[in-house]
Antibody, heavy 121, light 108 residues
Framework: EVQLVESGGGLVQPGGSLRLSCSAS????????VNWVRQAPGKGLEWVSFIGADPYTIYYADSVQGRFAISRDNAKNSVYLQMNSLRAQDTAVYFC??????????????WGQGTTVTVSS | EIVLTQSPGTLSLSPGERATLSCRAS???????LAWYQQKPGQAPRLLIF???SRATGIPDRFSGSGSGTDFTLTIGRLEPEDVAVYYCEQYGSAPFNFGPGTRVDIK
């Protein structure tokens, strides 16, 4: 079964750090890009970060640039999101989602169930 | 940065009616990389359409996408009760990628 599972969420104080993990199974992970998308309580979707199948293509939303870092370990079929200097506005459910980019990019076709990050004192 | 706007904010229709959802971009979407997602309460989003008009695997043919440049449309041919959800468009052609604010579809 094709699956993505996020972990690492929790309660953290403002200014603190968390590392989210996205573990993949059921497909050839190394050939897929991965996005992180978040959703604050009662709000819409916000794209956060992208890492390409090659690990050198990386993008961030302006709201997290300089504070978050995305990385991947193909040997472990995993993508990580290191989140530093966390703010109350970072409180959200964080989803990872795969995206295939061959000749064309096919958008995010498989999503995890999400992990909740709460930033509060 | 490309900004997406969606209209209407909420759409309330009867079963069997046709739903037309609009997504407008502040600049032309590169390579037509415009996707539509459906999200039901408490669930992760589900990809419906990619590349503006290609249906994702397993998506019923009552869902169709069209458009190019800055104007895109998602059409639900005949609304069914299970289509109640929020629908988001996303441009993934130019970083930073982003989503529209969503259109809520309800059943009368």
């Amino acid at each position: 079964e094709v699956q993505l599972v996020e972990s690492g969420g929790g309660l953290v104080q403002p200014g603190g750090s968390l590392r989210l993990s996205c573990s993949a199974s059921g497909f050839t992970f190394s050939t897929y890009s991965v996005n992180w998308v978040r959703q604050a309580p009662g709000k819409g979707l916000e794209w956060v970060s992208f890492i390409g199948a090659d690990p050198y293509t990386i993008y961030y939303a302006d709201s997290v640039q300089g504070r978050f870092a995305i990385s991947r370990d193909n040997a472990k079929n995993s993508v990580y999101l290191q989140m530093n200097s966390l703010r109350a506005q970072d409180t959200a459910v964080y989803f990872c989602a795969r995206e295939y980019c061959g000749r064309d990019c096919h958008a995010m076709d498989v999503w995890g169930q999400g992990t909740t990050v709460t930033v509060s004192s | 940065e490309i900004v997406l706007t969606q209209s209407p904010g909420t759409l309330s229709l009867s079963p069997g009616e046709r739903a037309t959802l609009s997504c407008r971009a502040s600049q032309s979407v590169s390579s037509g990389y415009l996707a539509w997602y459906q999200q039901k309460p408490g669930q992760a989003p589900r990809l419906l359409i990619f590349g503006a008009s290609s249906r994702a695997t397993g998506i019923p043919d009552r869902f169709s996408g069209s458009g190019s440049g800055t104007d895109f449309t998602l059409t639900i041919g005949r609304l069914e009760p299970e289509d109640v959800a929020v629908y988001y468009c996303e441009q993934y052609g130019s970083a930073p990628f982003n989503f529209g604010p969503g259109t809520r579809v309800d059943i009368k």
